[in-house]
Nanobody, 113 residues
Framework: QVQLVESGGGLVQPGGSLRLSCAAS????????MNWYRQAPGKERELVAA?????NYADSVKGRFTISRDNTKNTVYLQMNSLKPEDTAVYYC?????????WGQGTQVTVSS
């Protein structure tokens, strides 16, 4: 059974940091590109960061967010620093390889004073 389980979301003040984790199981993790998406209320889901052999970031998070993966733990991380209110969203973990794609249930991140 495929599972992507996100954790680490919460409420943080502007300028603060959070680290999201996504634990994967039920598929060959090393074959998959791992992505973090987010969706804010009333907005479309957007790609925030991706990692396979290299990393890619949305312009809005470059220099503030860092994606990483630990293939020994089948886990992908998103370190988020210098958080802004506009980073408030539900963050989703995504795995993709050819025609196979999986999603986590999402974790809420709220940036507010």
């Amino acid at each position: 059974q495929v599972q992507l389980v996100e954790s680490g979301g919460g409420l943080v003040q502007p300028g603060g940091s959070l680290r999201l984790s996504c634990a994967a199981s039920g598929f060959t993790f090393t074959r998959y590109r791992m992505n973090w998406y987010r969706q804010a209320p009333g907005k479309e889901r957007e790609l925030v960061a991706a990692i396979f052999y290299s990393t890619n970031y949305a312009d809005s998070v470059k220099g503030r967010f860092t994606i990483s993966r630990d293939n020994t733990k089948n886990t992908v991380y998103l370190q988020m620093n210098s958080l802004k209110p506009e980073d408030t969203a539900v963050y989703y973990c995504n795995a993709i390889y050819k025609s196979s794609e999986y999603w986590g249930q999402g974790t809420q991140v709220t940036v507010s004073s």
